[in-house]
């Protein structure tokens, strides 16, 4: 049987009545599901016009929808970021919740469990509430400045439940070669969303916030990840092939990236596709030197450090088991973050190394 995906176009700005009609052309039936969790792209502290973030008016009318009343939202703020607060206040998520009386989960402040990927990353570390919750995954559609990437959406979205700095961590290990590629699909397979509703609205061209902005208007909705971002390529006339997490999902047989085996729904995606315009080589390269050295950094030099005495709670709850009393070793250490909430007496860095980071940070605009 085909995999289904829809896409539909927003019509009067009613995303509401859009996501509605996306579910019964794919059968979705969601009227039992409990406890869910939407997990959608808040990588920038930014303004949702800049096309870096999912739409809030989208993320709300998915906590609407389906009813969502006690998980509510969640998403990675690690400490190389600008703060929980700012963060949800520019992105315009404060509000959305404050509306309707729902939690935002920092996932690092999450009580942690360990997955494993079968490669050189080995452990890493994700919020136990994703295993005992249904995931919905509501990522932004962005072009991406990495040549094999491409774009960004639900296969990629899902990293970012990797709690801390751990991401960058990745980044530097795997040297962003192919073996990157394959944990972020082993990461996305072993997390697995129940839906995927991708905000396809109003997208940019060449990067987010820099290109032109197209005004696509729609909304992309399937329960198989793989198979909507495969659905998205071909609407915004880029070759699956060339795409290195559906070229590399095909080899490890994760979802359907075959678009023979897709049934699209909605609209006819080969009237409305669009082309794109990408970076030139030299802004690649230049994003790819500056995120290379931001990763680096990370890894080497930001890492937990001792204070005091280490409190029960952060002694107990480490995912690695590699704080002690008055230690911490760092050979075990996957740098999730989570023992900065659960201890008054671990930080991270100093104000120079600060300073440093917010630097590559802004220079590697990520």
């Known amino acids: 049987m085909k995999s289904k995906v829809a896409v539909v176009k927003v019509k009067d700005n009613d995303i509401y ?93 999450m009580e942690q469990e360990i997955i494993t990927i079968p490669n050189n990353i080995g452990k890493i570390s994700v919020p136990k509430l994703l295993s005992k919750n249904s995931v919905i995954n509501v990522p932004k559609l962005k072009i991406h400045l990495h040549s094999k990437i491409k774009m960004s959406c639900c296969i990629k979205n899902m990293f970012g439940c990797v709690s801390g700095i751990q991401k960058s961590l990745i980044h530097t290990k795997t040297k962003e070669k192919k073996e990157f590629f394959e944990t972020l699909l082993l990461i996305y397979d072993k997390l697995k969303p129940i839906l995927n509703i991708v905000d396809a609205i109003n997208v940019y061209d060449i990067e987010p916030g820099k290109g032109n902005k197209i005004n696509l208007g729609y909304i992309v909705v399937g329960e198989d990840g793989v198979a909507v971002d495969t659905v998205i390529s071909k609407l915004i006339s880029i070759n699956e092939d060339k795409i290195a997490l559906l070229k590399i999902a095909k080899e490890l047989k994760i979802g359907i990236s075959n678009i023979n085996d897709i049934e699209i729904l909605g609209e006819d995606i080969d009237k409305i596709k669009t082309k794109f315009n990408f970076a030139n080589r030299t802004r690649r390269k230049y994003f790819s030197i500056m995120a290379n050295l931001r990763n680096r950094y990370i890894s080497k030099f930001i890492k937990p450090r001792i204070k005091g005495e280490i409190e029960d709670k952060c002694i107990d709850e480490c995912p690695t088991k590699s704080i002690e009393r008055k230690s911490i070793n760092y050979k075990t250490c996957i740098k999730c973050e989570h023992c900065l909430y659960t201890s008054n007496n671990i930080y991270f860095e100093n104000n120079v190394l600060t300073k440093i980071r917010n630097i590559l940070h802004k220079k590697s605009n990520l």
């Open 17 to 109: 009545s859009t996501i509605e009609n996306a579910l019964k052309l794919i059968d979705f039936d969601y009227s039992k599901l409990k406890d869910i969790i939407i997990k959608p792209n808040l990588v920038s502290a930014s303004d949702p016009n800049e096309g870096k973030t999912t739409s809030p008016e989208l993320i709300d009318a998915v906590v609407r929808l389906f009813k969502i009343k006690k998980t509510g939202i969640g998403e990675s703020i690690p400490y190389t970021a600008y703060g929980k607060e700012y963060l949800l206040k520019k992105t315009g998520i404060n509000e959305v919740c404050n509306k309707n009386r729902i939690e935002f989960n920092q996932f690092e402040k």
